[in-house]
Each structure stands twice: as C-alpha cells, then as structure tokens.
C-alpha cells in the first residue's frame, strides 16, 4: 500500500485521475485498518475444562476447541513488528495435525509465556499454575560457524554468483530489462544466505522436562519445543563442502507439525542448523535412547544397479538393529536416515519399469509428514520382500513394547559449544 500511495503521490497535483487514485488507494488502507481492528474485536479465547476455545470471526463467527490431552507443543513466534510493540504469536501444534491448530496472534510477550507454561502444564496434567519448566542450554552455534557453513554451502554460491553477473551485464550493456532477472535470482540468493543467518541468529538448544527448547532468530525470534517421544524420524546431511570442517545438519519428523509450507528449507523441523559430527551423533543418543547409529550394522546394493545408477549405489546402503531401521546415500551430499521401528506407520515395496528389468526394488518406510523420507533404493527384489515383512513385524514388536515416554530421565550433562 505503501508503494502504491508513492507512486500515485509523486503525480497526485498533476491530474485528476491520480488524485482520484490516492483517494480509492487511501480508502482501501483504512478500510482495511478498521477490518484488521474489528477482526481483533471479535478474537477472544479461554481455557474450558481441557480445552481452549479460540472464537473468532466478523462476518462469520468461528469457533475452534483445541483439545489439550492432544496438545504437542506451543510455540511462541515474535516477529519483527510484533517484537518492537512487546507482542507475540502463539501456534498450537497437536497429535494427527498436518500444519498449525491455532495461533493466538498477537498477545502480550508475557501473556504469551504464562499461557504457554500454562497450557503446556494442562497437558502434561500437572497443576495449571506450576509455571515454566526449567531448562539448561545443551548446544549454542556462534555466529563465526553459522556464517561459515552459509558459505560453504553450494546452493547460496549456485545463486548468488548468476544474480551478481547478471546486475554487472545488464550494468555494462545499459539493458534496464536484463535486471529484471536478477530478482528472482536475488530472492533466491537471500534466503539461502542471509536469510538464513538471520534465521538461525543466536541459536541455542536447550533440554527441559517439556522436551529440546530451541530458540533463535534475529527479525523473527522462535522459540520452539520439540516434545518427547514425538521424533519420528531423524536424517543427518553432510554437504560436500562441508566435509572438511566436519560439520553436519540434524532434521527431524516431529508429530503434529505436519508438512512444511517452504519446501527449500524445513526451518521448524531442523534441529541443528550446523554441528560438529560428534555433536549431533550426541544428540542422536539424547532423542533416541541407547540408540548407537554407528554400530547397526549395514549392507549395499546389489553390483546390477550400476545399470540404474552408475555413481550413486556405491553409496547407498540400509541395515537395521533391535531399535531402529537406517539409510545411508549420497555422493555429494551425504545423508543418514534413522527411523525407530515403533515409529514406522507403513511399510511398502515399488518397483519402476527398469528395476523390474534388473531385478530390483525400492522400500519405503513411512512416517508423518517432514523433510525424512526413508527409503532404501535398488535393493534386491527378494531382499526388498523380506525387508518389508521383517519391518512390519519389527514396527509391530516395537509398538507393543514402546512405554511411556519421560524426558527428565534422559536430563543431564552440560552445556556444549560448538568450536569452529
């Protein structure tokens, strides 16, 4: 509104047409103003018994109970405008949701945090007025090692580098339509470099009785809580540059967050945007207890598939444990997939055209929405059969023998930096 009400002011004393534009223009705004300020009017929310009721609605009243027994986890999101008038969102994310129940959008930055503690308390169904869990940070990324794996990381140079060329062509050759190029490019550019940055700004993951706190973000501070025994899947990336500092990625299924809206860049399911091997490999412990990645042992594809894929099957291998079903792939970038058998909620074998002809097979084990997706690629047609019917027997014992889940027993240690 702001763009439209300089351009159509820059002429506004010159014709009447302009001047009849910045009147629908001015309209249009306040108009829009008084909608926003009857929309907050009419949003109202209180805690019944062990839900809370969010109604809402000008035109049309809605009204939404967000059953508290269901709940997984409370977010609170402050953005930049938002942060500057002391105010704050709080999403609810609940068991079997694809994306956000509700949001409480805005509250006071204190309400926020006594409402949370509160609801968080509700659900757990300790006393409303217990307040907020303790916590003690586990990880903290310094900026030097955030900045650093930004520009180790090949996606911001594969846009970076055009967008730049393109601004000094369309520079040197006078062509203004050439610039029109590089926003996409430079958009692109953004959220692969500082975007990110500022993403994960001051990044610290703590470790409460609730579950993983993480809490960064520099224009949009996050703080978020992973909850326990609600990691249905686990994946480590490894890019290529990467590699010699020995850094990695942790993303995580979590249940209840569902899909993500952005598909370059799952931000509410990474658990660590950037930490020493070792570190994650920690993690992996605290998230999946008595869970040793290193030691399950691992087989891989059959010689045959290099008629399918040449360079990626000296890569790709998956075994399993007692505990949990794991894939490893990737030349360039490398990535480990970790699945715990309780969580698998299907388990399916497909074959294409090719790998029919060369006897092979893909199997899939499900979880809930996320950026992990296991699958264990160009097995042997036969193998894949009998993987399938001893995951699914193995999802079945590991259900059955999968008890309640109680984070402050796995508590401890302190807190760890991550050294550049």
């Given at each position: 509104?702001?763009?439209?009400?300089?351009?159509?002011?820059?002429?506004?004393?010159?014709?009447?047409?302009?001047?009849?534009?910045?009147?629908?223009?001015?309209?249009?705004?306040?108009?829009?103003?008084?909608?926003?300020?009857?929309?907050?009017?009419?949003?109202?929310?209180?805690?019944?018994?062990?839900?809370?009721?969010?109604?809402?609605?000008?035109?049309?009243?809605?009204?939404?109970?967000?059953?508290?027994?269901?709940?997984?986890?409370?977010?609170?999101?402050?953005?930049?405008?938002?942060?500057?008038?002391?105010?704050?969102?709080?999403?609810?994310?609940?068991?079997?949701?694809?994306?956000?129940?509700?949001?409480?959008?805005?509250?006071?930055?204190?309400?926020?945090?006594?409402?949370?503690?509160?609801?968080?308390?509700?659900?757990?169904?300790?006393?409303?007025?217990?307040?907020?869990?303790?916590?003690?940070?586990?990880?903290?990324?310094?900026?030097?090692?955030?900045?650093?794996?930004?520009?180790?990381?090949?996606?911001?140079?594969?846009?970076?580098?055009?967008?730049?060329?393109?601004?000094?062509?369309?520079?040197?050759?006078?062509?203004?339509?050439?610039?029109?190029?590089?926003?996409?490019?430079?958009?692109?550019?953004?959220?692969?470099?500082?975007?990110?940055?500022?993403?994960?700004?001051?990044?610290?993951?703590?470790?409460?009785?609730?579950?993983?706190?993480?809490?960064?973000?520099?224009?949009?501070?996050?703080?978020?809580?992973?909850?326990?025994?609600?990691?249905?899947?686990?994946?480590?990336?490894?890019?290529?540059?990467?590699?010699?500092?020995?850094?990695?990625?942790?993303?995580?299924?979590?249940?209840g967050y569902g899909a993500q809206e952005d598909g370059?860049?799952?931000?509410?399911?990474?658990?660590?945007?950037?930490?020493?091997?070792?570190?994650?490999?920690?993690?992996?412990?605290?998230?999946?207890?008595?869970?040793?990645?290193?030691?399950?042992?691992?087989?891989?594809?059959?010689?045959?598939?290099?008629?399918?894929?040449?360079?990626?099957?000296?890569?790709?291998?998956?075994?399993?444990?007692?505990?949990?079903?794991?894939?490893?792939?990737?030349?360039?970038?490398?990535?480990?997939?970790?699945?715990?058998?309780?969580?698998?909620?299907?388990?399916?074998?497909?074959?294409?055209?090719?790998?029919?002809?060369?006897?092979?097979?893909?199997?899939?084990?499900?979880?809930?929405?996320?950026?992990?997706?296991?699958?264990?690629?160009?097995?042997?047609?036969?193998?894949?059969?009998?993987?399938?019917?001893?995951?699914?027997?193995?999802?079945?014992?590991?259900?059955?023998?999968?008890?309640?889940?109680?984070?402050?027993?796995?508590?401890?240690?302190?807190?760890?930096?991550?050294?550049?």
């Amino acid at each position: 509104m702001a763009v439209v009400i300089a351009i159509f002011g820059q002429h506004a004393a010159r014709t009447q047409e302009t001047r009849l534009g910045v009147i629908v223009a001015g309209s249009v705004f306040l108009g829009a103003l008084l909608w926003g300020l009857l929309s907050w009017a009419f949003t109202v929310y209180r805690i019944e018994d062990d839900d809370l009721r969010i109604d809402s609605g000008v035109l049309f009243r809605r009204t939404r109970h967000v059953h508290l027994g269901r709940l997984q986890a409370v977010d609170v999101v402050r953005p930049f405008i938002a942060r500057l008038m002391g105010l704050a969102e709080l999403k609810l994310q609940v068991a079997g949701g694809d994306s956000a129940e509700g949001s409480l959008a805005y509250v006071r930055e204190s309400d926020a945090s006594a409402l949370r503690a509160e609801l968080l308390a509700r659900a757990a169904g300790v006393r409303p007025d217990a307040g907020e869990a303790p916590e003690h940070p586990l990880v903290v990324v310094p900026m030097p090692v955030l900045i650093g794996s930004v520009l180790l990381s090949f996606a911001a140079w594969a846009f970076l580098v055009p967008s730049v060329g393109l601004v000094i062509a369309g520079v040197a050759m006078g062509n203004e339509a050439l610039l029109l190029g590089f926003i996409p490019l430079f958009i692109a550019a953004w959220q692969f470099t500082a975007g990110r940055v500022l993403r994960y700004f001051d990044f610290t993951l703590s470790e409460s009785p609730d579950g993983l706190r993480l809490a960064h973000g520099l224009i949009e501070h996050r703080h978020q809580t992973v909850p326990p025994g609600r990691v249905q899947a686990v994946r480590i990336v490894q890019p290529v540059l990467w590699r010699w500092k020995g850094w990695v990625r942790v993303e995580v299924n979590v249940a209840g967050y569902g899909a993500q809206e952005d598909g370059t860049d799952h931000h509410e399911s990474t658990l660590l945007p950037v930490a020493p091997r070792e570190v994650a490999l920690g993690l992996l412990g605290r998230i999946l207890p008595g869970v040793d990645v290193g030691s399950v042992p691992l087989t891989p594809v059959p010689k045959r598939a290099r008629w399918h894929s040449p360079v990626r099957r000296s890569r790709m291998y998956c075994g399993a444990d007692d505990r949990v079903f794991v894939v490893r792939r990737g030349v360039f970038q490398r990535e480990t997939d970790v699945i715990p058998h309780a969580k698998v909620q299907s388990v399916r074998r497909t074959q294409g055209p090719i790998e029919r002809l060369l006897g092979l097979a893909t199997v899939h084990l499900d979880s809930t929405p996320g950026p992990v997706r296991v699958t264990a690629q160009l097995r042997d047609a036969e193998e894949a059969m009998r993987l399938v019917d001893e995951q699914a027997e193995r999802s079945r014992i590991g259900r059955r023998g999968e008890g309640p889940h109680r984070w402050s027993a796995h508590s401890g240690g302190s807190p760890e930096r991550i050294d550049d």
